[in-house]
């Protein structure tokens, strides 16, 4: 089985510790697959399933993070 590590992109944010948090974190994937927007995880379709490091703050829009 192959595994997929997906990281986050930033697209409605201009908090620089957004992408610090993931640059940090991200170190600690062997790689990086794909970028996802952080704020709209619910809109996501994917054929693969990716490993990825969540944490701290996840959107302003609640309601279009999570699946």
């Known amino acids: 089985m192959q595994l997929f ?7 409605m944010s201009s908090n620089l510790g957004d992408q610090i948090q993931s640059i940090a ?15 709209t995880l619910s809109t ?3 054929e693969n399933k990716y490993v990825t490091i969540m944490n701290g703050w996840f959107s ?6 999570f699946p």
């Open 44 to 46: 996501l379709l994917c």
């Open 60 to 65: 302003h829009l609640p309601e279009y993070c």
């Open 5 to 11: 590590f997906g990281g986050f992109e930033y697209c």
């Open 25 to 39: 974190t991200e170190r600690l994937l062997p790689k990086i697959d794909k970028r996802f927007n952080r704020d």
